[in-house]
Every structure is written in C-alpha cells, then in structure tokens.
C-alpha cells in the first residue's frame, strides 16, 4: 500500500502479512541465538545486532541468501520476494536484488540516529517487535524536521534508500526488534 507523508510527499510503501505472530515468534527465535554484539558509537546505540559482520554484500549473499540453514533471512524471503516484484513493476527496466541485511535489537534508551543509505535504491524494515510505547521511525524532511510515520509490530516498511531515517530513543520498557534489507537496482 502506497502511502506518503509531507509537504513535499514523501513516499513510502507499508506491506502487512496475514500470519504476523507466527512470523514474529519464527525471527525471535532464530536471533535468539544470533551472533551480534552492541554498537555504541556516536550515532549509534543498539544493543544487539550483526550490522557490523552483514554489511559485507558477499558476507550476506554466502551466509544468509545462498545458506542452507535457517536464518532470519529465510524465513523474512518469501514476504521479501513479493515486495520486490511489485517493486519491479513500477520500473520494468531494472532488476532489484536484495545485497544486504542485518538486525537490530533496542532496550530502553538504545536509539540508532538519522542516517541514509546511499547507493540504495529502496531500503526494507520489517519490524518483528515494536512496543504499543516504542519507537518508530521517523523520516527528516528538507526543512530538518522529523516526520512520524505509522508502523505497527508485524508490518514492512519500504521508502527510498536516500532518505534520512532513524529510530528514536527507546523510551519503552519493552525491546524493539527489526531486521533491515537493502535493495540495490541493476539496469537490464
């Protein structure tokens, strides 16, 4: 579903799946298990991801895509697989590939700060754990001001990679968790 937001429409896409429970308890337990550690630098506070290991497009590719285990990955690719074909519809003359993916994790007070993606022509949020009180993300629009946008636990989000984005303090006492998808366009 296309939705925009703000002066100058910003557009962003919100896909829900029927069976998001069954899906979220599928994700909290593969990352159960998950390698990743804490990320604190100065944009940056977020109690446990693999940002740091997933952000190597080869890395991703061998290890999630390619894998033959289960991974969160895997389990996210067949609602992941539909997004990107009706990506493709608006642009027949491209191909887009999913070339990386990592997880988040927010307690109380972890926050990851505005930031894009360059390069990347859509960026994908599924959020498998997003408190009633919790943080959503926001966008900053060209006067520097954030726009709020309306997600819930259980959706995808999907909005261009070059928009700044972030995920605000945690001031829930629930976790948050995503796992975030780049979509890199390839011209035919």
């Known amino acids: 579903m296309l939705k925009t937001t703000g002066k100058f429409e910003i557009p962003y896409y919100i896909y829900r799946p029927e069976n998001t429970v069954e899906l979220k308890n599928k994700i909290l337990e593969v990352l159960q298990d998950s390698p990743g ?32 285990t289960n991974n969160y990955y895997k389990i996210l690719s067949p609602y992941v697989d539909e997004i990107v074909t009706d990506l493709t519809k608006f642009n027949k003359d491209s191909i887009f590939r999913i070339t990386q993916g990592w997880f988040h994790q927010y307690y109380k007070l972890n926050y990851y700060d505005y930031h894009e993606h360059l390069g990347i022509r859509w960026a994908i949020i599924y959020y498998a754990e997003l408190p009633i009180d919790g943080p ?33 303090p945690n001031l829930s006492a629930k976790r948050k968790t995503i796992i975030a998808l780049n979509v890199a366009e390839f011209k035919k």
């Open 136 to 168: 959503k993300t926001e966008f900053e629009n060209f006067f520097g001001n954030p726009i709020k946008l309306d997600v819930n636990e259980g959706d995808f989000l999907v909005f261009s990679g070059w928009l700044k984005h972030r995920s605000p």
């Open 37 to 68: 550690g804490k990320i604190l630098k100065d944009m940056e506070n977020v109690y446990k991801s693999d940002w740091h290991t997933n952000k190597d497009v080869n890395y991703f590719q061998k290890n999630f895509v390619d894998a033959n």
